[in-house]
């Protein structure tokens, strides 16, 4: 029963995450990529500081039963496939929290822009962002490989039966999600600017806390 409570946590998580990142990358239409590395938005100075802070603590609590997620299907596993079972539920729960930085970090760089831009030095905001980008771009890209890797495990299981759910379900995972999300956004922009695309990864995320309760549902 715990883990069943922990793989819908799991899907709330991803939820509460998808909705932090309607607080952070909503932006409206208009909005224009703007300095060298194209990283500014320019409607970045319409939103109010408040939705940056409340994006990163709704991130938090998603974060934390994104872990949980994963941690369910370590143990719905371990007596069976051990080692993969670890594999999932270590680098799962590090991408949980890897996604809570890389999120935080995202939104601290419109807090900083705004600042900057109250004095009107378009130069000093874009040469600042670009030094943080350089020192966050490590960590950042370490979460996203432990992220591949839990969700390349899951893949794994599905496919050699150590999870008993349909082969379908490979599908329900962050970077088939994306690519739905970037796929809409290219076909029409017009319609997709913002929504679904920022929210889909997240959501991506939840799905593991999905294949952990069609899992248990499928052992009964």
Not at 106 to 124: A, G, R, S, V, W
Not at 176 to 200: E, N, T
Not at 203 to 219: A, D, P, Q
């Amino acid at each position: 029963m715990i883990n069943m409570v922990f793989s819908a946590l799991g899907l709330a998580g991803g939820v509460l995450c998808a909705i932090g990142d309607i607080l952070f990358d909503l932006k409206g239409k208009g909005n224009q990529k703007l300095g060298t590395s194209g990283n500014i938005d320019s409607n970045w100075l319409k939103m109010p500081y408040w939705r940056f802070g409340a994006s990163i603590m709704v991130a938090f609590f998603g974060a934390a039963m994104l872990g949980l997620g994963f941690y369910s299907l370590m143990k719905q596993m371990e007596a069976t496939h051990g080692v993969l079972a670890a594999v999932i539920g270590v680098c799962g729960y590090v991408s949980a929290i890897a996604g809570l930085f890389a999120h935080a970090v995202l939104c601290i760089q419109p807090i900083i822009y705004k600042k900057i831009m109250e004095t009107d030095n378009f130069k000093l905001a874009d040469d600042t962002l670009e030094a943080y980008y350089r020192a966050v771009l490590p960590p950042f890209l370490t979460g996203y490989g432990f992220m591949l890797t839990s969700t390349i495990g899951v893949i794994v299981a599905i496919c050699i039966g150590a999870l008993a759910v349909p082969k379908w379900c490979v599908l329900l995972n962050p970077f088939v999600f994306l690519l739905v999300g970037v796929g809409l956004r290219r076909m029409k922009p017009d319609w997709f600017y913002d929504l679904p695309g920022i929210i889909l990864p997240s959501l991506g995320m939840g799905m593991f806390g999905v294949i952990g309760m069609l899992n248990m549902l499928n052992m009964l």
